[in-house]
Protein backbone atom coordinates (compact mmCIF):
# COMPACT_ATOMS: atom_id res chain seq x y z
CA UNK A 1 0.00 0.00 0.00
CA UNK A 2 1.38 3.58 -0.49
CA UNK A 3 2.36 5.08 2.71
CA UNK A 4 4.19 8.37 3.02
CA UNK A 5 7.36 8.17 4.82
CA UNK A 6 6.17 9.79 7.61
CA UNK A 7 3.05 7.50 8.78
CA UNK A 8 5.39 4.26 8.12
CA UNK A 9 5.56 2.20 11.36
CA UNK A 10 8.92 -0.44 10.98
CA UNK A 11 8.80 -1.01 14.67
CA UNK A 12 8.43 -4.91 14.57
CA UNK A 13 7.28 -5.13 17.74
CA UNK A 14 4.66 -3.08 17.79
CA UNK A 15 3.50 -4.54 14.42
CA UNK A 16 3.58 -7.64 16.28
CA UNK A 17 1.07 -6.44 19.22
CA UNK A 18 -0.62 -4.53 16.73
CA UNK A 19 -1.74 -8.05 14.79
CA UNK A 20 -2.34 -10.20 17.92
CA UNK A 21 -5.03 -7.10 19.40
CA UNK A 22 -6.30 -7.23 15.64
CA UNK A 23 -6.12 -10.40 14.69
CA UNK A 24 -9.94 -10.28 12.61
CA UNK A 25 -8.66 -9.61 9.05
CA UNK A 26 -9.62 -9.99 5.34
CA UNK A 27 -7.59 -12.87 3.51
CA UNK A 28 -7.32 -11.67 -0.14
CA UNK A 29 -6.58 -13.80 -3.13
CA UNK A 30 -7.37 -13.95 -7.57
CA UNK A 31 -10.02 -15.65 -8.39
CA UNK A 32 -10.40 -16.34 -12.28
CA UNK A 33 -9.17 -12.51 -12.23
CA UNK A 34 -10.66 -11.17 -9.61
CA UNK A 35 -10.29 -10.49 -5.95
CA UNK A 36 -11.79 -12.29 -3.42
CA UNK A 37 -11.57 -11.75 0.21
CA UNK A 38 -13.12 -13.79 3.21
CA UNK A 39 -13.03 -11.73 6.59
CA UNK A 40 -11.58 -14.76 9.29
CA UNK A 41 -9.66 -14.44 12.63
CA UNK A 42 -5.70 -14.77 11.40
CA UNK A 43 -3.15 -15.63 14.31
CA UNK A 44 0.13 -14.56 14.41
CA UNK A 45 2.13 -17.55 15.04
CA UNK A 46 6.28 -19.08 14.49
CA UNK A 47 6.45 -22.35 12.41
CA UNK A 48 8.55 -25.12 13.58
CA UNK A 49 11.69 -23.39 11.75
CA UNK A 50 10.64 -20.07 13.68
CA UNK A 51 9.61 -18.06 10.90
CA UNK A 52 6.63 -15.78 11.68
CA UNK A 53 3.40 -17.25 10.27
CA UNK A 54 -0.62 -16.32 10.26
CA UNK A 55 -2.88 -19.36 11.12
CA UNK A 56 -6.41 -19.43 9.71
CA UNK A 57 -8.76 -21.95 8.36
CA UNK A 58 -11.84 -21.14 5.62
CA UNK A 59 -15.40 -22.87 4.66
CA UNK A 60 -14.83 -25.49 2.10
CA UNK A 61 -17.60 -24.15 0.50
CA UNK A 62 -16.26 -20.64 0.33
CA UNK A 63 -14.62 -20.42 -3.06
CA UNK A 64 -12.00 -18.73 -2.00
CA UNK A 65 -10.76 -21.79 -0.24
CA UNK A 66 -11.13 -24.11 -4.01
CA UNK A 67 -8.74 -21.48 -4.86
CA UNK A 68 -5.64 -21.47 -1.99
CA UNK A 69 -2.96 -23.96 -2.58
CA UNK A 70 0.63 -24.75 -1.35
CA UNK A 71 3.03 -21.79 -2.42
CA UNK A 72 0.12 -19.09 -3.27
CA UNK A 73 0.88 -16.05 -2.61
CA UNK A 74 -2.26 -13.66 -0.66
CA UNK A 75 -2.60 -10.08 0.92
CA UNK A 76 -3.84 -9.73 4.87
CA UNK A 77 -5.42 -6.96 5.66
CA UNK A 78 -5.71 -5.82 9.66
CA UNK A 79 -7.46 -2.76 10.87
CA UNK A 80 -7.19 -0.63 13.77
CA UNK A 81 -9.60 2.61 15.09
CA UNK A 82 -9.77 5.24 12.84
CA UNK A 83 -11.12 8.22 12.94
CA UNK A 84 -12.80 11.59 10.69
CA UNK A 85 -10.39 14.40 11.75
CA UNK A 86 -12.43 17.81 11.27
CA UNK A 87 -10.37 20.79 9.93
CA UNK A 88 -12.28 23.19 12.35
CA UNK A 89 -9.69 21.50 15.13
CA UNK A 90 -6.61 22.85 13.46
CA UNK A 91 -5.04 26.54 14.35
CA UNK A 92 -4.89 27.54 10.43
CA UNK A 93 -7.30 26.66 7.43
CA UNK A 94 -6.88 22.87 5.98
CA UNK A 95 -8.93 19.89 4.30
CA UNK A 96 -10.61 17.60 6.64
CA UNK A 97 -8.49 14.39 6.72
CA UNK A 98 -8.62 10.28 8.12
CA UNK A 99 -6.25 9.34 11.28
CA UNK A 100 -5.50 5.63 11.19
CA UNK A 101 -3.62 2.39 11.67
CA UNK A 102 -3.37 -0.35 9.36
CA UNK A 103 -1.07 -3.36 8.28
CA UNK A 104 -1.00 -5.08 5.50
CA UNK A 105 0.97 -8.40 5.21
CA UNK A 106 2.06 -10.47 2.12
CA UNK A 107 2.79 -13.93 2.29
CA UNK A 108 3.06 -17.60 1.36
CA UNK A 109 0.34 -20.34 1.51
CA UNK A 110 0.83 -23.73 3.43
CA UNK A 111 -2.27 -25.98 3.65
CA UNK A 112 -2.42 -27.38 7.11
CA UNK A 113 -2.72 -31.02 7.77
CA UNK A 114 -5.96 -32.23 9.12
CA UNK A 115 -3.54 -32.55 12.60
CA UNK A 116 -2.22 -29.36 12.43
CA UNK A 117 -5.61 -27.92 11.69
CA UNK A 118 -7.41 -29.27 15.00
CA UNK A 119 -4.11 -27.66 16.65
CA UNK A 120 -4.86 -24.57 15.73
CA UNK A 121 -8.57 -24.84 16.09
CA UNK A 122 -7.68 -25.63 20.27
CA UNK A 123 -5.06 -22.63 20.25
CA UNK A 124 -7.90 -20.46 18.96
CA UNK A 125 -10.59 -21.16 21.24
CA UNK A 126 -8.20 -21.41 23.63
CA UNK A 127 -7.36 -18.38 23.79
CA UNK A 128 -10.61 -16.20 23.26
CA UNK A 129 -12.53 -18.53 25.66
CA UNK A 130 -10.20 -17.10 28.81
CA UNK A 131 -12.52 -14.34 28.82
CA UNK A 132 -15.77 -16.26 29.18
CA UNK A 133 -17.40 -17.04 32.67
CA UNK A 134 -17.70 -20.60 31.11
CA UNK A 135 -14.72 -21.02 29.31
CA UNK A 136 -15.65 -24.06 26.66
CA UNK A 137 -12.88 -26.60 25.21
CA UNK A 138 -12.93 -28.32 21.75
CA UNK A 139 -12.03 -31.21 24.40
CA UNK A 140 -15.30 -31.56 25.51
CA UNK A 141 -17.25 -31.57 22.84
CA UNK A 142 -19.18 -34.91 21.04
CA UNK A 143 -17.48 -36.25 17.97
CA UNK A 144 -21.07 -35.12 16.52
CA UNK A 145 -19.86 -31.36 16.89
CA UNK A 146 -16.72 -31.71 15.89
CA UNK A 147 -17.72 -33.55 13.03
CA UNK A 148 -18.30 -29.56 11.25
CA UNK A 149 -14.15 -29.74 11.14
CA UNK A 150 -14.04 -31.60 8.09
CA UNK A 151 -16.17 -28.37 6.52
CA UNK A 152 -13.04 -26.09 6.80
CA UNK A 153 -9.25 -26.19 5.48
CA UNK A 154 -6.45 -24.77 7.54
CA UNK A 155 -3.57 -23.39 6.03
CA UNK A 156 -0.65 -21.21 7.26
CA UNK A 157 0.69 -18.24 5.79
CA UNK A 158 4.70 -17.52 5.97
CA UNK A 159 5.36 -13.80 6.27
CA UNK A 160 6.89 -12.39 3.49
CA UNK A 161 6.65 -8.69 4.02
CA UNK A 162 4.78 -6.32 6.29
CA UNK A 163 3.71 -2.99 5.25
CA UNK A 164 2.35 -0.86 8.38
CA UNK A 165 1.05 2.13 8.37
CA UNK A 166 -0.03 4.80 11.46
CA UNK A 167 -1.07 7.84 10.44
CA UNK A 168 -1.83 10.09 13.29
CA UNK A 169 -1.89 13.88 12.38
CA UNK A 170 2.51 13.80 12.12
CA UNK A 171 3.36 17.00 11.42
CA UNK A 172 0.74 18.66 13.11
CA UNK A 173 1.93 18.25 16.80
CA UNK A 174 0.49 21.96 17.40
CA UNK A 175 -2.88 20.94 16.81
CA UNK A 176 -2.62 17.59 18.76
CA UNK A 177 -3.96 18.67 22.19
CA UNK A 178 -7.24 20.28 20.47
CA UNK A 179 -7.49 17.01 17.77
CA UNK A 180 -7.30 14.78 20.90
CA UNK A 181 -9.65 16.54 23.18
CA UNK A 182 -12.35 16.65 20.40
CA UNK A 183 -11.42 12.94 19.39
CA UNK A 184 -12.38 12.20 23.56
CA UNK A 185 -15.96 13.49 22.90
CA UNK A 186 -16.83 11.00 20.86
CA UNK A 187 -17.35 7.23 20.26
CA UNK A 188 -15.04 4.39 20.68
CA UNK A 189 -12.56 3.98 17.64
CA UNK A 190 -12.45 7.83 18.31
CA UNK A 191 -11.20 7.40 22.09
CA UNK A 192 -9.20 4.77 20.43
CA UNK A 193 -7.41 7.19 17.71
CA UNK A 194 -7.11 9.93 20.46
CA UNK A 195 -5.10 7.07 22.65
CA UNK A 196 -2.86 6.28 20.31
CA UNK A 197 -2.06 9.46 19.61
CA UNK A 198 -1.22 10.55 23.08
CA UNK A 199 1.09 7.41 23.21
CA UNK A 200 3.28 9.71 20.64
CA UNK A 201 3.09 12.79 22.23
CA UNK A 202 6.64 12.84 23.46
CA UNK A 203 8.00 10.77 20.63
Not at 68 to 94: A, K, M, R, T
Not at 153 to 168: C, M, P, R, T, Y
Not at 179 to 198: F, R, W
Amino acid sequence: MFIPEHYKNTDVKEIHDFLKNNSFGILINTIEGKPWGTHIPLELCKNEMGNDILVGHIAKANLQSKNLNNGDQVLCIFNGPHSYISSSWYQQEEVPTWNYIAVHVYGTVKIQTSDELLTSLHALVDKYEQQSEHPVSLNNMSKKTMRQVTGIIGFEIEINDIQAVNKLSQGRSHDHPKIISELEKQGASEKAVAEEMKKRLHE
